[in-house]
Structures are given as C-alpha cells and as structure tokens.
C-alpha cells in the first residue's frame, strides 16, 4: 500500500503530516529521494518491510543545506537511519537501505 503526502511546498508542513502518518509503517528499511527535473520537485519514498511506502511530496529535498534538506535528515534520524547532514546535503538524489 502507498500513502501520498504533500508538504505543500512547506518543510514544516511535511513534517507533520509524517509524524501524523508514520504508524502507517512497519520499521523503515529504505528511502529515496527523486527528484524530478521538469518540476524541480524532489519526493522522498520511505519504504517498510512489507513493502508499503510513505511517499512525501514538496517540502523535502536534498542537494543542498536548507529547510528542505534538514526535513529530509529529521525524518531520516526519526526512520532509524545513521546518516550525516553531508550525505544529504551533497547529493540531490539518494538511495539507502539499512543493512542487517
């Protein structure tokens, strides 16, 4: 099952809609941020066990040290992820997976 967020070009906003939605999944196992050039919209799709995902559109990046990136690494921190800002600031696309 895929649950849609949108941020609504607002970190903030973002961020609590997540924090309403997290329970939606399991224990998050991956997450990529898209981004998609046309648009410039960046999306992050966190990913659980059983395969659901949270898909969280507008008011989250990377590539860069804005409010968009540092949504992106509290959600990331909150989904158990060991990742430095540098990671995300750095690269505007990414893809992880936490190892067993």
Do not use: C, W
Request: charged content about 25%; proline content about 2%.
């Amino acid at each position: 099952m895929i649950y849609y967020i949108n941020g609504y070009g607002s970190t903030s906003h973002a961020l609590e809609a997540y924090y309403e939605k997290r329970n939606f999944l399991g224990e998050i196992v991956q997450a990529e941020m898209i981004l998609e050039p046309k648009k410039m919209k960046h999306m992050l799709v966190l990913k659980d066990q059983e395969e659901n995902e949270i898909v969280i559109i507008n008011g989250v990046s990377a590539g860069d040290a804005g409010t968009g990136s540092q949504g992106t690494i509290e959600i990331l921190k909150d989904g158990g992820f060991d990742i430095s800002p540098e990671q995300i600031y750095g690269h505007s696309t990414f893809k992880i997976q936490k190892v067993k």
